[in-house]
């Protein structure tokens, strides 16, 4: 666990204040780029020996942010999936009307980690009982989605969502869709590991969303153990 400089009342009130600023700012599509940001470098490709994850989990800002790092993880690409029209761009996905949900596409080495493992890296991710929503972030291009890319992901989706339901651990329906994987398309390059490029402006988002109180929530001490609060 990352140790954090206390803040007093007035840098709470200060930082409250930037957060929901940064929250409208995403909502409204405002995390515009300049001139000259709007480059978009292709996906990697894997190798014969690695694999395809893709998953839909809400902001793909944080759900890049959840796989960067997991040992046999390779690569990690914020995009879109799921939707209709060719090459959309954040704003049109944002606006609505591609059908595409915020996603992130893995390139993992299964000698090294398993399908199972990284389902279990993104339940704790992500809100599964919210439809076309996450934490703050509304609408269709927040919702949930498993994206399988073979017959033996599709089993190990559904199998996990089931096993997921019936512990009975929430109150009501998993709504997390598991459907077949779509085309991908990578997000603009300013969206990639945005975490890293704007460290202040992601912790203030994350922070305002309140994302970190809903995942205690939902998973408890256990998503702290995941890692899932960050």
């Not at 000259?36 to 890049?64: E, K, N």
């Not at 922070?207 to 899932?228: M, P, T």
């Amino acid at each position: 666990m990352h140790r954090r400089p206390h803040v007093g009342l007035a840098g709470i009130a200060i930082l409250g204040l930037v957060a929901l600023s940064i929250v409208g700012s995403r909502l409204a599509g405002a995390a515009s780029p300049r001139s000259g940001q709007l480059a978009r470098t292709p996906a990697p490709v894997p190798s014969d020996s690695q694999r395809i994850a893709t998953f839909a989990g809400g902001c793909f800002w944080s759900m890049q942010k959840a796989f960067d790092g997991v040992p046999g993880v390779v690569s990690t690409t914020a995009g879109f999936a799921g939707g209709t029209k060719a090459k959309p761009s954040y704003e049109q996905v944002s606006d609505g009307g591609t059908g595409h949900a915020e996603s992130v596409q893995l390139i993992y080495d299964p000698a090294r980690i398993s399908y199972e493992r990284l389902l279990d890296i993104y339940w704790h991710h992500i809100d599964p009982l919210t439809v076309n929503a996450a934490f703050c972030d509304h609408g269709a291009q927040y919702r949930s989605i498993i994206f399988y890319h073979d017959p033996e992901q599709q089993r190990l989706a559904e199998a996990s969502k089931r096993a997921l339901d019936q512990s009975h651990r929430f109150s009501t329906p998993i709504v997390t869709a598991v459907q077949p994987a779509t085309l991908f398309y990578p997000a603009e390059d300013y969206h990639q590991q945005f975490y890293k490029k704007n460290p202040a402006r992601y912790e203030a988002y994350r922070i305002g969303c309140g994302r970190d109180q809903r995942i205690r929530e939902l998973w408890g001490d256990l998503a702290v153990s995941k890692g899932a609060g960050q």
